[in-house]
């Protein structure tokens, strides 16, 4: 990547009054994240959600000064990242329109495999949420998933350690920058996981774990994975914010029931009482419940249908680009295939109407 365009992404990224969310609506509009800072402020006035106090900020000096530092540091210490219109960007993340436009990583991480599940739960773990997390994993081990969590207390680092010990994948999501590692006791458990996996984390290397990042933190926990796991939660937590966002983008969300006497049941059994999650006891029922089938190849791709219906070159364009890339954000096919989204719009719709293309919560949109 061009310097220039890193930059960019780093100014943007530290503009307090633009979220990841308007972020992208800059990005579109101006065509590229450069382009951006190129733009007369009366200009970007002109796209909604833009005001004078995101156009100030925009260009304030001081995050242009922050932000030449934070790339001398990514190049100094050969610093990998991933940004969102980038073809390494997780596939399940760039789906989420509130995503991360940038994120840096450590380790050796295969961020689009088809079988990432996070498993996440209370700091405070029982042995009855150990010997669970335990069983779940081991029991996933002939099905190679990945495993993500949050390197936290409890059931996050319970999941970590049995990824590592039953030889699979883990990648643990920081609410911090990389030069500091919270808690401080899992110091001692940064080389395994980096082994085995690695590390993600959206904030610049000397952020502190504030309360905030961690909230924060929790959407890409949901984001990059196919489905959330409740292992062990109290009526209220982190563990329970997760699983209402993976809910949000339309993931699936599992739990683990218990005996409505035991506080660290009662969040997961009212996420089953109240339809937020499925019921799990097992590996098995994971397996079952997100049809991972072992008799076929995780590599067999199916042959494209065969199109008898007469499509226009933009139609086909944006059929093909669906289905290559999968589920995507209309934003995003607005840029990869160089369409305005008014314009877009309206060839979805034509798409949909062929049968060939359907619209999914969030402004998602994938072919049938």
Known sequence: MKKEKLLAILRLQKTKAVGD????????????????????????????????????????????????LEMEYIEQNNIAFSYFLDNDYPINLQQCID?????????????????????????????YGRGICQELIQGLKSHNPIIVSGFAYGVDICAHKEAVKNELQ?????????????????????????????????????????????????????GISQATIIIESAEKGGSLVT??????????????????????????????????????????????MLNWDLSKSKNSKPLQQQLFTELNNQEQKVYDYLFENGKQLL????????????????????????????????KLFEVM
């Open 99 to 127: 995503a991360p436009i940038l994120f840096f990583k450590d380790g050796n991480m295969d961020l689009n495999n088809d079988r990432i599940i996070s498993i996440v739960g209370t700091r405070n773990m029982t042995s």
């Open 243 to 288: 699983a209402d966002i993976a809910n949000s983008y339309s993931r699936d969300v599992f739990a683990i029931p218990g005996r409505t006497t035991d506080l660290f049941s009662k969040g997961c059994n009212q996420l089953i009482k109240t339809n937020k999650a499925g019921v799990i006891t097992s590996a098995e029922d994971i397996a079952k």
């Open 21 to 68: 969310v308007l972020a992208k609506k800059l990005i579109v509009a101006t065509g590229d994240v450069a382009q951006i800072f190129k733009e007369k402020p009366s200009n970007l006035l002109k796209i909604n959600g833009i005001g004078r106090n995101v156009t100030n900020q925009l260009f304030n000096k001081k995050n242009l000064e922050l932000a030449e």
């Open 331 to 362: 934003d995003v096919i607005a840029i990869e295939c160089q369409i305005p989204t008014y314009k877009l719009a309206s060839l979805l719709l034509q798409l949909e109407m062929k049968n060939l293309v359907k619209p999914l919560p969030g």
């Open 170 to 222: 883990t990648i643990a999501v920081l609410a911090h920058g990389f030069d500091q590692i919270y808690p401080k006791v899992h110091k001692k458990y940064i080389n395994q996981v980096h082994k085995n996996g690695g590390f993600i984390t959206e904030f610049w290397h000397d952020e502190n774990p504030l309360r905030e990042n961690f909230l924060k933190r929790n959407r890409i926990v949901a």
